[in-house]
DNA sequence: ACCGATACCGCACAAGTGTGCTATAAAAAG
DNA sequence: CTTTTTATAGCACACTTGTGCGGTATCGGT
C-alpha cells in the first residue's frame, strides 16, 4: 500500500480547501477542478475521498460546524465571569478575524444552497438549533441563572425572549459584517454585541 | 412594427419571472433557458431585452429596490402616529407575505453573489445605504425627532446606535425568516420587531 | 521478492451553460 | 400593397460542469 494516509484528516484538510476557494469565488466557484487545483491534487484524486461534488460541499459545510463546536467549549469553563464568558461564546460565531471570516462565508453560502439543495437540511437545523441553544446559555450565563442541559430545553418565557433577541442579532451580525465588512468594522460589531448583552444582563425593568 | 411593447414594462416583467425562478430554484438555477421557459419566451427573445445573464440578474435585484421604494414611501406621509409608521416602513422589508418572501430570497441571493460578481457591488452598496436611512428614519419617527434629511446624514450619537442596533435587528429578522421559515413564524418576527421598535422609543435610561 | 491493496492520476463523455447569429412573423409607415 | 422596423424564435458554437473508468505508481504485508 502507499503512503496510508489518515482518511478523516485528509478529508478535514480539502474541506479547509474548499473553505478558501469558496471564500474567495463563492460557493458557485466551487467546482470539483478547482477544489481539486488549489489543494494541488487531480481532479480523481479528489474524488477519492469524496465521491460527489455534493458531498465534499456537505461535508465542507458540516465541517465549520465541527470546527466551532470545540471553540466554544473551550470557553464553558473557566474561571471567567458569566457576561464575559457569554461574550466569548457568541464572539465565536461572528466573523471577528479571517478564520472565522471564512467560515460564516462558507456558512451563509451553505445555507443559501439548502433551500434548493436538501442534502443540507438536516446540517441547516442542526446549526439553527445548536446557535440558539447558545444564545440560551449566553442568557443564563450573563444572568446567572440555571444553563440549559440539552439543546431544545427552553428557558422561562422571560429568559427565552431574550434568547430570541440575541439570536436575531447575533444573525445580523453575521450578516451584515459578512456582506458589507466595510461599512460595519469590527469594533462596531463588538460594541454592539456588548450593549445587547448587557441588556440582558441588566434587564431594565424588563419590559 | 410588430406589437410594439413597452421596453421598460416588459423587462420588469421578465424581472418578476427571474424572482419566482431564484425563490424556486435558487440564483444558479436562475438560467437564461429556465427564465426564460418560465416566461414563455424564447432564449432569443429573452436576449431581446437583456444583452447578457449577468445584466439579466443586474436588473432583477434592482428591480426589489424599485419595488420597494414606493411602499415605504406611501407610509412615510400620513396620520398615524409615528411609531405606527416606523413600524410599517420597516415591516415594508420583512418577508412577512408571500411577495415580500420572495423579494427577500432574491435579495439575499444577489447580495450573496455581489461578492464574487462585482457588477451588482453599486447596488449592494446602495441598498445598504437606504436600509440604513431607513433605521434612522424610524429612530426619529419614535422618538419625534427631526427625521434625516438625505440618504447619508447620520444622526447625533444617542440616536445613531439605534439606528445601527435596528439595522442589525432587520437584518437578522431577514435572515432567519427566509432562512428558517419553519422555526421562525410571522408573529414571533412582528413581536421582535415591535419591542426594538417601543425600546428605541421609551429608551430606558439610554444605557 | 513478490503480491495486492491503496492513493492518485487524467482522459472521455454527456449534459448543461451563456452567447452570437440568422431567420421569420407581424404590424406600423409610406 | 410595399417597405421597413421590431419582437420573437431557435439553432450553433465554444466552453464548463460533474462523473465514470481504466491506468499507474507506491508501499505494507508475507
Known sequence: ?????????????????????????GIEGATVRRVAEEAGVSIGGLRHYFDSHQGLLRFAAAEVASAVGPRVAAHLDGDLPGPERARLVLEELLPLDADRRVEVDVWLACLARA???GAMDE?????WAGERHLCRLAVALCRGGAPPTAIGDELDERLERHARRLHVVVDGLTLQTAMFPDRFPVDELREVLRAELDRTATDPADR
Open 123 to 127: 446540517l441547516r437545523h442542526a446549526a
Open 115 to 117: 433551500r434548493v439543495d
Open 1 to 25: 500500500m502507499p503512503k496510508l494516509v489518515d482518511h478523516d484528516r485528509r478529508r478535514a484538510e480539502l474541506a479547509r480547501v474548499v473553505w478558501r476557494v469558496i471564500g474567495r469565488h
